[in-house]
């Protein structure tokens, strides 16, 4: 596509509930990314996916999250059991491939769990 | 870990006047610096980088300077117009794809 896409724009949770983030990546980009940014605050840094594989996945913050990119393209975010902490908006970025830098970011999903 | 100092938080201009946004870093391995521009409710767009084998570029109005030595890069905007008016990050990697980001400047621009 023109753009990183991502759905949904917006995600109202009550607690323990387990909610799914996805990002569709410009196409033919390998490398992606997934960051959260809390009101206030710049994005941090949570998986980063080379083709299918995770290859960092440091940021994650728990065993709650979990990352999933099965085709080398689309990715998902998982969030289990979420907390009114985990209320963010969740932004995915691509680039051409981890070589390049100044990667393009969607326009994110903002969680809020209730 | 790399640490990002970003400094003002918040800074109102004159439409006009130029600003200036200063970041400071920790790891001298670090070695690309770009700056994202996010307004309300918007995706964080890059509008600006420099790498660490350059001391300056220049896009029009906006420019980057970095010091590798003192450890620390601005952000500089001249003749500022209202349209300026977002959230400026910076950010520094020193592998090539994680970026740690400083906390933000607000930047208001007067008409």
């Known amino acids: 596509g023109a753009g990183v896409s991502q759905t949904p724009s917006n995600k109202v949770t009550e607690k323990g509930k387990y909610v799914e983030l996805r990002c569709d990546p410009i196409?033919?980009?390998?490398?992606l990314y997934w960051y959260r940014q809390s009101l206030g605050q710049g994005p941090e840094f949570l998986i980063y996916?080379?083709?299918?594989?995770?290859?960092?996945d440091s940021g994650l913050p728990n065993d709650r999250f979990f990352a999933v990119r099965p085709e080398g393209s689309v990715s998902t975010l998982k969030i289990q059991r979420t907390e009114r902490g985990d209320s963010a908006v969740y932004l995915c970025?691509?680039?051409?491939?981890?070589?390049?830098?100044?990667?393009?970011f969607g326009s994110g999903t903002r969680l809020t769990v209730v | 870990g790399e640490n990002v100092e970003q400094h003002p938080s918040t800074l109102s201009v004159q439409e006009g006047d130029s600003a200036v946004i200063k970041c400071t870093y920790s790891?001298?391995?670090?070695?690309?610096f770009p700056w994202y521009k996010q307004e309300l409710g918007k995706r964080p767009q890059l509008i600006i980088d420099?790498?660490?084998?350059?001391g300056e570029k220049k896009d029009q109005r906006i420019a980057v300077t970095l010091n590798k030595t003192a450890k620390h890069f601005s952000l500089h905007i001249t003749e500022t117009q209202p349209e300026d008016s977002a959230v400026y990050f910076c950010?520094?990697?020193?592998?090539?794809?994680?970026?740690?980001f400083g906390t933000g400047t607000r930047l208001k621009v007067l008409a």
């Open positions: 970025a691509s680039s051409l491939n981890s070589g390049t830098t100044g990667y393009t």
């Open positions: 196409s033919g980009h390998t490398a």
């Open positions: 996916f080379q083709g299918t594989g995770a290859a960092d």
């Open positions: 790891d001298s391995a670090s070695n690309y």
């Open positions: 420099i790498r660490s084998n350059v």
């Open positions: 950010a520094v990697t020193s592998g090539t794809y994680k970026y740690i």
